[in-house]
T-cell receptor
Framework: GIQVEQSPPDLILQEGANSTLRCNFS?????LQWFHQNPWGQLINLFY???GTKQNGRLSATTVATERYSLLYISSSQTTDSGVYFC???????????FGKGTLLTVNP | KAGVTQTPRYLIKTRGQQVTLSCSPI?????VSWYQQTPGQGLQFLFE???????NKGNFPGRFSGRQFSNSRSEMNVSTLELGDSALYLC??????????????FGPGTRLTVL
């Protein structure tokens, strides 16, 4: 099945800094999503982005499907951005999302 | 529109017992998937249902089972609980109709503790 790798595993920032999270996947995808897991465990949808670029406020994402990677950009980070960010991908004809191990982001005031 | 709901939110069981978790998808969504999240293994796919049929199953023992009802609500059952089944169980739903994206929306999860 598809393999998903995220980097870096941990990231510590000062409030106001920008960051880039990376997701590499091993095969062509028909679904790629970015999530933020809140402290209570819920996965919050950030982007559905199997290809192309999207922006939502301070967050944006780009997926280059031909090169099998996706990037999540966080600009002007805030303490509330802290948490774990997951990339998940689906490829082929199966119906499961394969998750990366996540990036733990800590934004200090 | 209400999001994905899961009940109960927290559950404590002892080894050997069985447990049933429930998931109500977003109204109109026909696909329901279940995932297990543990610190050691991360997020792992359990199974996916569409129109009451299991379309995909992950690499979990037969003690893990599920079903979907005609209203798209889903339940998963774990029998003969083991300590290692302690985890956050997440349910996701998606529309899965022609022309729609395959965006998965997750519920708040059920945190199961096995003592």
């Amino acid at each position: 099945g598809i393999q998903v790798e995220q980097s870096p595993p941990d990231l510590i920032l000062q409030e106001g800094a920008n960051s880039t999270l990376r997701c590499n996947f091993s095969d062509s995808v028909n679904n790629l999503q970015w999530f933020h897991q809140n402290p209570w465990g819920q996965l919050i949808n950030l982007f559905y982005i199997p290809s192309g670029t999207k922006q939502n406020g301070r967050l944006s994402a780009t997926t280059v499907a031909t090169e099998r990677y996706s990037l999540l950009y966080i600009s002007s980070s805030q303490t509330t951005d802290s948490g774990v960010y997951f990339c998940a991908a689906r490829g082929g004809s199966n119906y499961k999302l394969t998750f990366g191990k996540g990036t733990l982001l800590t934004v200090n005031p | 529109k209400a999001g994905v709901t899961q009940t109960p939110r927290y559950l404590i069981k002892t080894r050997g017992q069985q447990v049933t978790l429930s998931c109500s998808p977003i109204s109109g969504h026909r696909s329901v998937s279940w995932y297990q999240q543990t610190p050691g293994q991360g997020l792992q796919f359990l199974f996916e249902y569409f129109s009451e049929t299991q379309r995909n199953k992950g690499n979990f023992p037969g003690r893990f089972s599920g079903r979907q009802f005609s209203n798209s609500r889903s339940e998963m059952n774990v029998s003969t609980l083991e300590l290692g089944d302690s985890a956050l169980y997440l349910c996701a739903s998606s529309l899965q109709t022609s022309g729609s994206t395959d965006t998965q929306y997750f519920g708040p999860g059920t945190r199961l503790t096995v003592l």
